[in-house]
Each structure stands twice: as structure tokens, then as C-alpha cells.
């Protein structure tokens, strides 16, 4: 199984800061990588597909890169409904396997 | 807008067995495939299984492989799991999700609400 490696496991900052959150894969996954981002209580929401892509009704201050074994994912400004937990995915074998999490949370 | 709901939570005995469904509505159905993951409390996602548009491929995690299975009805818009041999480890939030093909990956583009299943004497 590949497994997926996120960090930091936990980010403090504030609203308006930059903010980068790595995921890294055991093994290349060329860039099968997701990222979703879970608001206490719900569902989990797609925010970035193909590693570098923006989903639909998702802000741009969301962008996404990587390839191989290393991605990232950064928010530019944040804002406050920013504020939840983010999990990468790969969907390059089976079992799909996620990241164990990064809770963003507000200094 | 794609919709899916999740019904068929609850309490069951460890050994027991429950049926999850999930209903579908907002797009053609058997035109995609289908996963379920879940979500024990206060933990990570875990990715548990999909089924193909048609039903013909299908895959499980290692940890419900032979104890639970997924299956769709596409004349009714409706995804399954059912899950024998329950364990207290099974606690958790359950999740249908709809695979979307994007840029010839795969992602997890709509989900259900959830639905708890909590396994306990």
C-alpha cells in the first residue's frame, strides 16, 4: 500500500497568513493526489484534483503542486471558514489511501 | 447538483451485520463509479471500497475484505454496503462518495452527509 505522509500534523495562524501544508507519498504517484478539506461535523469537500487542479465554486487563494512523491498545498490569504482540517489522497493504486491529516487551526 | 444520502446507521452487536445505503439523485447514476470511506471518531479518512458504473469491478481495503460488501442498483439510483462480522473497530462515520474523472486521474467530487455505525455490547 502507498502510504501518505502530511505535514505538519498541526498549524496555528492567522487570518491573512500563508500557509503550506506538504503531503508526501511513499512511492511516485505521478500526480493522482487530492486534497479535501473537512469542516468539523461534515463531509469531507474536494479542493484540489489531479494535485494541481481547482475544483469548481473552490477559491483561487487554494492552489495545489507536486508531482512524484512530494505536493503541496497552499492558501494565500487566510480566512476564516479556512480554519478545519485538510487531507491529501492518492488515487494512483488501490486501496485509494489518505494522509492522516493537518489541522489548521487560528493563533 | 449531485446529491447523495446515506441511511442505515446505528447500534449493532460486535458479530452483527447492518446494510448501508445510499441514495443517489442529481446526475446519471450508472454513468460513475461509486466509493464508500469512513471516518472513526475523532481519526482520519479511510478509504474502504468502489464499485464500477456497471458493477463489474470492484475493490476492497484489506481491513473489510470478506466481511463487507458493496453493490448498486442502477435502475434506482441506489449504492450499498453491507457489513457482517461487525467489530468494535467499525465504529465510525460512514461515507458514500462519487468518483469523477478529472485531467485522467480520479477524485472523490461529491459526498454524502454520512452515517454513524457504532458497534457496541
Known amino acids: 500500500d502507498i502510504q501518505m505522509t502530511q505535514s505538519p500534523s498541526s498549524l496555528s495562524a492567522s487570518v491573512g497568513d500563508r500557509v503550506t501544508i506538504t503531503c508526501r507519498a511513499s512511492q511516485s504517484i505521478s500526480n493522482y493526489l487530492n486534497w479535501y478539506q473537512q469542516q468539523p461535523g461534515k463531509a469531507p469537500k474536494l479542493l484540489i484534483y489531479?494535485?494541481?487542479g481547482l475544483q469548481s465554486g473552490v477559491p483561487s487563494r487554494f492552489s495545489g503542486s507536486g508531482s512524484g512523491t512530494d505536493f503541496t498545498l497552499t492558501i494565500s490569504s487566510l480566512q476564516p471558514e479556512d480554519f478545519a482540517t485538510y487531507y491529501c489522497q492518492q488515487t494512483y493504486s488501490i486501496p485509494q489511501t489518505f494522509g492522516q491529516g493537518t489541522k489548521l487551526e487560528i493563533k | 447538483q449531485a446529491q447523495l444520502v446515506e441511511s442505515g446507521g446505528g447500534l449493532v452487536k460486535p458479530g452483527g451485520s447492518l446494510r448501508l445505503s445510499c441514495a443517489a439523485s442529481?446526475?446519471?447514476?450508472?454513468?460513475?463509479?461509486l466509493s464508500w470511506v469512513r471516518q472513526a471518531p475523532g481519526k482520519g479518512l479511510e478509504w474502504l471500497s468502489y464499485i464500477s458504473s456497471r458493477g463489474e469491478i470492484i475493490y476492497y481495503a484489506d481491513s473489510v475484505k470478506g466481511r463487507f460488501t458493496i453493490s448498486r442498483d442502477n435502475a434506482n439510483n441506489l449504492l450499498y454496503l453491507q457489513m457482517n462480522s461487525l467489530r468494535a473497530d467499525d465504529t465510525a462515520v460512514y461515507y458514500c462518495?462519487?468518483?469523477?474523472?478529472?485531467?485522467?486521474?480520479?477524485?472523490?467530487?461529491?459526498w454524502g452527509q454520512g452515517t454513524l455505525v457504532t458497534v457496541s455490547s
Open positions: 489531479a494535485a494541481s
Open positions: 462518495a462519487r468518483e469523477a474523472v478529472e485531467m485522467a486521474t480520479t477524485c472523490l467530487d461529491y
Open positions: 442529481g446526475f446519471t447514476f450508472s454513468d460513475y463509479f
